[in-house]
């Protein structure tokens, strides 16, 4: 049986919500990280990194959330959740599925974690560190929402789910308590959140995280 290893409200989420979508069964392994659980050892045997989500298949044990979406997207092609290996629309997939993970989640862990980008103990730096990565996190979500408004809907891929509106929700989750304008305010990713809400596998994943309102 698949394991996931994951921490609530994470990265985690998105193969959890995948996961939830093609309804296999698995088995959740929380990696409680308030208590440093993915610094020990056992966890370390199977993600040196430390870090959160962990997809164990089998003999395959898989980190990096985009490499477990596109694991289990290729390995249940009949689900949809990706296009076709070699079509124009799998390469749009990958361009912003990589974007997604290098360019705007990197962006997020700058702003959560703001002191780790300067010298211990300099807290005027670290704010500011932290000021601009949620400017730049504005940009990104006006640029999503931009895509989203060109794809027409209802989803990122345009008329089909994929495993991209499962990364997108959990990204702009992650700003909703912002003081700048969140996801949930622009036009088309407020929407797109309710939408994403809406759906049964999400709602098992909130409810398996234990999270509470608000969502988005």
């Keep these: 049986m698949i394991q996931l290893h994951y921490s609530p409200s994470t990265a985690a989420m998105v193969p959890h919500i ?17 208590i440093g659980a993915h610094r020990t050892e056992a966890y370390r045997q199977l993600n040196p990194n ?8 089998g003999e395959l044990v898989l980190y990096e ?10 390995t249940h092609p009949e689900a949809g959740l990706a296009p076709p290996l070699g079509s124009r629309e799998r390469a749009d997939c ?8 290098n360019t705007l989640q990197a962006t997020l862990i700058v702003y959560f974690y703001p002191e780790r980008s300067v010298a211990p ?7 500011e560190v932290k000021a601009q990565a949620e400017l730049r996190i504005g940009g ?16 990122f891929a345009g008329k089909a789910y994929s495993l991209l509106d499962a990364y997108v929700f959990t990204l702009c989750r992650w700003t909703r308590n912002f003081a700048s304008p969140a996801a949930r305010t622009r036009p088309h990713l407020g929407p797109h959140l309710q939408r994403m809400l809406a759906r049964p596998a999400v709602q098992r994943v909130l409810a398996a995280e234990e999270l509470s309102p608000p969502f988005v």
């Excluded at 959330?65 to 290729?74: G, K, N, P, V």
């Excluded at 990958?94 to 974007?99: A, C, E, G, R």
Aim: proline letters at 5%.
């Design 140 to 155: 990104m979500l006006d640029q999503l929402d931009t895509e989203l408004a060109k794809r027409g809907g209802p989803w």
């Design 94 to 101: 990958y361009k912003w599925l990589m974007w997604l993970t």
């Design 50 to 57: 430390g870090l959160v989500p962990t997809l164990v298949d």
């Design 18 to 34: 995948l996961l939830e979508e093609l309804g296999l069964p698995f088995e959740k392994v929380l990696v409680d990280t308030s």
């Design 65 to 74: 959330t985009a490499a477990i979406c596109l694991h289990l997207s290729d």
């Design 121 to 127: 103990g300099n807290a005027a730096g670290a704010a």
